[in-house]
T-cell receptor
Framework: AQSVTQPDIHITVSEGASLELRCNYS??????LFWYVQSPGQGLQLLLK??????LVQGIKGFEAEFKRSQSSFNLRKPSVHWSDAAEYFC????????????FGGGTRLMVKP | EAGVAQSPRYKIIEKRQSVAFWCNPI?????LYWYQQILGQGPKLLIQ????????DSQLPKDRFSAERLKGVDSTLKIQPAKLEDSAVYLC?????????????FGPGTRLTVL
């Protein structure tokens, strides 16, 4: 069975600083990986996804993520954080079958200092 | 394009009571999902429908939870009777179809508090 670990429960960064959120997954086959963002009182929004090909993927809102098979990681990065990026971020792995089942990590809450 | 709609947004009940949540997916989306998100955790899939058939309900506590999607559009998730540990946000999502290439779009969720 697949699993996702997000080691950092909370992260605080200053506005304008760079950001990296960590994600480690466990899956027996080629993983399909996702990053979602959840703002207070709102549903999850897809930031980016990796299926195959280029291991560096670009997403919305200036985010990118790099798939590293050797480290079983899919870390999310942003070069310069804006106050509006404060939210909870979830990494997820998709099952490699006919369904579309997602397994989510526990999330990382990002706070942005002015 | 309208997103996934859910109601109510908030619900407070006492343990052993019953509760129902409603979801209206994006128009044309054949696949519908219900997730449970306990405070401090990521969402956990409870049940997945393709049209009005169940694709996966392996994580649905069937002794107290039930869900239906009778006409292949709207869906209802019911808890009867509720327990304290059912306090969570219940998220509904939809996608065009099953398969990993179909993005799931999430609704705002229903926050359930069981006292």
């Amino acid at each position: 069975a697949q699993s996702v670990t997000q080691p950092d429960i909370h992260i605080t960064v200053s506005e304008g600083a760079s950001l990296e959120l960590r994600c480690n997954y466990s899956y027996g086959a080629t993983p399909y990986l996702f990053w979602y963002v959840q703002s207070p009182g709102q549903g999850l929004q897809l930031l980016l996804k990796y299926f195959s090909g280029d291991t560096l993927v670009q997403g919305i809102k200036g985010f990118e993520a790099e798939f590293k098979r050797s480290q079983s990681s899919f870390n999310l990065r942003k070069p310069s954080v804006h106050w509006s990026d404060a939210a909870e971020y979830f990494c997820a792995v998709g099952a490699n079958n006919a369904g579309n089942m997602l397994t989510f990590g526990g999330g990382t809450r990002l706070m942005v200092k002015p | 394009e309208a997103g996934v709609a859910q109601s109510p947004r908030y619900k407070i009940i006492e343990k052993r009571q019953s509760v129902a949540f409603w979801c209206n997916p994006i128009s044309g989306h054949a696949t519908l999902y219900w997730y449970q998100q306990i405070l401090g955790q990521g969402p956990k899939l409870l049940i997945q429908f393709q049209n009005n058939g169940v694709v996966d309900d392996s994580q649905l506590p069937k002794d107290r939870f039930s869900a239906e999607r009778l006409k292949g559009v709207d869906s209802t998730l019911k808890i009867q009777p509720a327990k304290l540990e059912d306090s969570a946000v219940y998220l509904c999502a939809s996608s065009l179809s099953v398969g990993r290439y179909n993005e799931q779009f999430f609704g705002p969720g229903t926050r359930l508090t069981v006292l």
